[in-house]
């Protein structure tokens, strides 16, 4: 049995999910040992957390099914709100850069000393690709000689941000946003117009939750047809301009504000690309396209190839906790 909320954060990844429920069910009926690491690695928001709990609940739970989660028991319900005792979470603090010593260390002795002899420990490492080096070193010692029944889940965006030696030492499961076609069958249920539904899904890049916020949250909707509108205006208008327009729309006001920017700003880009090589028909944001040739011709490919890697650095600059308004100013700048 798989949740609404799991199946809307898993299409296109049924199989992963299955055969992550494949594995509790052996080895709740073989005694086979799962412990070790697991690597679930994807674009962002494409749901590697939501897998990850939904695979810890299938181990830990009560009145499991096939390895499935029966989502009623108690410790269903202690996982689903991240309060179980057999589990142990790794996150970046608040004002780091990186995911620390100190903090990798606590994980490690809480994750060894929850371990007991009839039930995993399931240890979850959010934005394991910003371990630092001392960090993504402590933890390779305990993978290289994992506790008995210990499970450590490294959720990464980015598989070749990870140490390779990390990776050599781990199972790796690739989590992909879902092909249009699926996502648009799943919102077509969902009573959506087929017009809306095309936008949303082109807009998401196939990722359902960003699609049905695309779809239900007019005031989200707008905020980035406005981000996207921006670059078109701003494209090739003087310098001072570009930063005088930025400084008013306050984009770069926090670190959320900044990488919504962001995000709009790559659905562009890669449209200025597709045009650029006569691909119109894959366009994304076809408000725009009557303006895309005219300004591919004027900025060229080369500058635009450039800022599709300038807009890649800015999400590690975000996440190295570069100020959001100089990581804004910086690619207006480069445009």
């Known amino acids: 049995m798989i949740s609404e909320a799991l199946k809307m954060n898993n299409l296109g990844n049924q199989a992963v999910v299955n055969q992550l429920a494949s594995l509790a069910h052996q080895s709740r009926l073989s005694g086979l040992n799962l412990s070790g690491s697991y690597i679930f690695s994807g674009p962002s928001a494409v749901g590697k957390k939501q897998t990850a709990m939904y695979w810890a609940q299938g181990l830990l ?24 005792p057999n589990l142990v979470t790794l996150d970046r603090e608040e004002d780091s ?26 240890g979850l490492i959010n934005e394991a690709s910003l371990l630092n080096e001392a960090s993504a070193n402590a933890l390779l010692k305990t993978l290289e000689e994992p506790s008995r ?28 946003p879902a092909s249009s076609k699926v996502l648009s069958e799943y ?5 959506f117009e087929r017009s809306a539904i095309h936008e949303a899904v082109a807009i998401s890049g196939g990722r359902p939750a960003l699609a049905l916020d695309w779809l239900n949250n007019d005031k989200l909707r707008q905020s ?7 670059l078109l205006q701003i494209a090739d208008q003087p310098l001072s301009d570009r930063l005088s327009a930025l400084d008013k729309l306050k984009y770069g006001a926090d670190s959320e504000s900044a990488t919504e920017t962001i995000d709009s700003w790559k659905i562009i880009a890669r449209d200025w690309l597709l045009v650029s090589a006569q691909a119109d028909d894959l366009v994304v ?24 890697r300038a807009l890649v650095e800015a999400d590690w600059q975000l996440k190295a ?9 910086n690619l207006v700048i480069n445009l």
Do not use: M, W
């Not at 995911?99 to 995993?120: A, C, K, M, Q, W």
């Not at 944001?285 to 599709?308: K, P």
């Open 224 to 230: 980035q047809l406005a981000r996207l509108d921006y």
């Open 321 to 329: 906790n570069v100020s959001p308004k100089a990581v804004l100013e």
């Open 61 to 84: 739970c009560l009145s499991s099914r096939d390895g499935h989660p029966c989502l009623q028991c108690a410790s269903c319900h202690q996982l689903a709100i991240g309060n179980h």
């Open 149 to 176: 029944r210990a499970i450590i889940v490294l959720l990464a965006d980015n598989l070749e941000a990870l140490p390779k030696t990390v990776v050599s030492r781990s199972q790796v499961f690739r989590l992909r």
């Open 285 to 308: 944001y076809r408000r725009g396209l009557d303006s895309y040739n005219a300004l591919v011709s004027r900025l060229g490919r080369q500058r635009i190839l450039n800022f599709n």
């Open 97 to 122: 850069k990186l995911v620390g010593i100190e903090p990798t260390r606590d994980f490690i002795s809480h994750l060894n000393r929850s371990v007991d002899s009839d039930s995993y420990c399931f």
């Open 187 to 191: 919102l077509l249920e969902k009573s």
